[in-house]
């Protein structure tokens, strides 16, 4: 891929996971060299003039009102990341912890920190080279913004701490020297709090978690689609005058989605013929499935702001050194705890559509649990068992941390965001939702080859085909784990979205 070209002010969420994720590399613009510069020598002017400023010449938090002398200045940067560096927990993944950098990178070419252009350069070789740093999971309140796993991430550019490289843990010293590239030697005034504060973590993590969601929220739709042929459903509930006269956007697209995965479909009943009406989850599919689409939308928005927000303290305007909050991660705790609730709805209907479906009294003819010889066999009866339970993990997940609060530095930060706990709630929620769906695919598929030789929709043959070609029909008790695991493969590489979506010549 091209090198992405970082301004501060244009990130997307798809230019974000290629970077994250597909490792595209990224150089700075022009313009943004000269803005970080200028802004550099507006902090060499204040520390050369004796100007008292938070952050360039004072200590941090509640140590704010000491006088750091200007000789102690650059210890007073490196003693920030080593005494911040508090994170414990796993480690998180490679592909957030290029966003964290990606984002890093970019919220300091927005010119506001006063940071040296070197620092961010060296953040651009880490990432183009592929150097990992280690940053724990755990220990960020969401405000100042990302402290303890940002310092993780600082120390590495000056040498200490530990990186991943070539898929290797190393002391980041030893990694340097093995892709041939320096340490930073010191670091200025602000520095060091220009790479630690702001929000960068919770959003690596979200924005991964929100890109996956958006993908999770079409094959839920597949998924869905499929349930609702394996059970004789009834096509009436998508009407789509139905959904206009509600006019609820998500729910109008997920509605389109099923009437177009079904076109053809000899699966699917009319209003009458079988019942009269469908239970709520599969009558109710567009409702709940668009209710979530549109909280994503939310949150896009939300995220795609923040991806190029300036949120260092204190600001550099000018003239003006301006102490604020922009590390307050509240808008952000906010909408990651609206996307933990919206992404466990997808799972909680699609439990209850493998429910259906395992259930004799409620599949209309299947044979109990999807086996042929039930009794001797148990088929796909604990399948609903493992999605159940997962699903009810997801209830607890769920529950908000924007709404806690627990004062530090001396009370002086006496309200934070917890964001970093929303975002982290919210990708395990994601995980956990993305094995409930490829639970229902899995029963969904089996369920269709139990019935009578019909027609599944054009949409909906493409996606039991690609399952087909990876999972068989299983005929008697086999080591289920096998399957379920390929079957969450499958539902993670995103390959079964792109072979309906050409099928139906139509983005989901």
């Given at each position: 891929?091209?090198?992405?070209k ?15 994720r ?6 700075l ?9 200028q802004t550099h020598n507006?902090?060499n002017?204040?520390?050369d003039g004796g100007t008292l ?8 938090g509640?140590?704010?009102?000491i006088?750091?002398?200007?000789e102690?200045?650059s ?6 990341l080593?005494?911040?560096a508090?994170?414990v ?7 957030i ?6 984002l890093?990178?970019?919220?300091l070419?927005k010119?506001?920190?006063?940071i040296r252009?070197n620092v ?6 880490y990432l183009n080279n592929?150097?990992?740093?280690v940053i ?6 969401g ?12 120390l ?8 991943f490289?070539k898929?290797?843990k190393l002391?980041?010293?030893?990694a340097l020297?093995k892709?041939?590239?320096e ?6 005034a ?5 790479l630690?504060n ?5 959003c690596a993590?979200?924005?991964i978690?929100?890109h996956?969601?958006i993908?999770l929220?079409?094959l839920?739709d597949?998924?869905?689609a ?6 004789y459903?009834i096509r009436d509930a998508f009407d789509?005058?139905?959904?206009l006269?509600?006019?609820?956007h998500?729910?109008i697209k997920?509605a389109?989605?099923i ?9 699917l009943?009319n209003q009458?013929?079988l019942?009269?009406?469908?239970a ?5 599919l567009?409702q709940v499935?668009g209710?979530s ?5 939310y949150i896009?928005?939300k ?10 303290n204190p ?6 050194v301006?102490?604020g909050?922009n ?5 952000l ?9 919206a992404?466990?709805?997808l799972a ?11 259930n004799?009294q409620l599949?209309?003819g299947?044979?109990?649990f999807?086996?042929?010889n039930p009794g ?12 159940a339970?997962l699903?009810?993990?997801n209830?607890?997940?769920a529950h908000p941390?924007s709404v806690?609060?627990?004062?530090s ?6 309200h934070?965001?917890?964001?970093t706990?929303?975002a982290?709630?919210?990708y395990s929620?994601?995980?956990n939702s993305?094995?409930v ?5 899995f029963?969904?598929?089996q369920?269709i ?12 043959k493409?996606?039991y085909?690609?399952i087909?070609d990876n999972?068989p029909f ?5 080591i289920?784990y096998?399957?379920i695991?390929k079957m969450?493969?499958i539902?993670?590489?995103g390959?079964i979205i792109k ?5 139906l010549?139509?983005s989901l």
């Amino acid at each position: 891929m091209v090198e992405l070209k970082i301004t501060g002010n244009s990130l997307t969420l798809n230019d974000f996971i290629d970077v994250a994720r597909n490792k595209r590399k990224i150089i700075l613009d022009d313009d943004v060299i000269q803005i970080v510069m200028q802004t550099h020598n507006r902090i060499n002017a204040i520390v050369d003039g004796g100007t008292l400023a938070y952050g360039i010449n004072t200590g941090f938090g509640k140590l704010s009102d000491i006088s750091i002398s200007k000789e102690n200045l650059s210890i007073l940067q490196l003693n920030l990341l080593k005494s911040h560096a508090c994170g414990v927990g796993e480690p998180f993944s490679s592909e957030i912890v290029r966003g964290i950098m990606l984002l890093r990178v970019n919220a300091l070419c927005k010119g506001f920190s006063g940071i040296r252009l070197n620092v961010i350069e060296q953040m651009v070789t880490y990432l183009n080279n592929d150097i990992i740093p280690v940053i724990p999971s755990q220990g960020s309140l969401g405000a100042s913004g990302d402290l303890a796993p940002l310092s993780h991430m600082g120390l590495t550019l000056l040498g200490y701490g530990e990186v991943f490289y070539k898929n290797e843990k190393l002391k980041t010293k030893e990694a340097l020297k093995k892709a041939g590239i320096e340490p930073i030697e010191y670091l200025v005034a602000k520095e060091g709090l220009s790479l630690i504060n702001g929000t960068q973590a919770m959003c690596a993590v979200g924005a991964i978690t929100l890109h996956d969601a958006i993908n999770l929220a079409k094959l839920a739709d597949i998924a869905g689609a499929l349930s609702l042929e394996a059970i004789y459903g009834i096509r009436d509930a998508f009407d789509e005058r139905v959904h206009l006269a509600r006019n609820q956007h998500g729910q109008i697209k997920v509605a389109k989605n099923i009437r177009s995965l079904t076109n053809g479909s000899t699966f699917l009943s009319n209003q009458g013929e079988l019942r009269v009406q469908d239970a709520y989850s599969l009558r109710c599919l567009a409702q709940v499935h668009g209710a979530s689409r549109d909280a994503f939308k939310y949150i896009r928005e939300k995220l795609e702001i923040e991806l190029n927000a300036a949120t260092d303290n204190p600001l550099i305007f000018d003239e003006d050194v301006i102490s604020g909050g922009n590390f307050h991660g509240q808008p952000l705790a906010i909408a990651f705890d609206f996307m933990k609730i919206a992404i466990s709805e997808l799972a909680n209907i699609s439990e209850r559509r493998i429910e259906r479906l395992v259930n004799p009294q409620l599949s209309c003819g299947l044979p109990a649990f999807l086996v042929a010889n039930p009794g001797i066999n148990s088929g796909f009866m604990i399948v609903q068992y493992s999605a159940a339970s997962l699903v009810s993990e997801n209830k607890v997940l769920a529950h908000p941390a924007s709404v806690d609060s627990i004062p530090s530095s001396a009370n002086q930060e006496d309200h934070v965001s917890m964001g970093t706990i929303a975002a982290r709630g919210a990708y395990s929620i994601l995980k956990n939702s993305q094995k409930v769906i490829a639970m229902e695919l899995f029963s969904s598929c089996q369920a269709i080859d139990l019935r009578e030789n019909k027609s599944l929709g054009k949409g909906t043959k493409a996606a039991y085909n690609y399952i087909r070609d990876n999972v068989p029909f299983i005929a008697n008790d086999e080591i289920m784990y096998e399957y379920i695991n390929k079957m969450i493969e499958i539902v993670e590489d995103g390959h079964i979205i792109k072979q309906v979506e050409s099928t139906l010549d139509m983005s989901l």
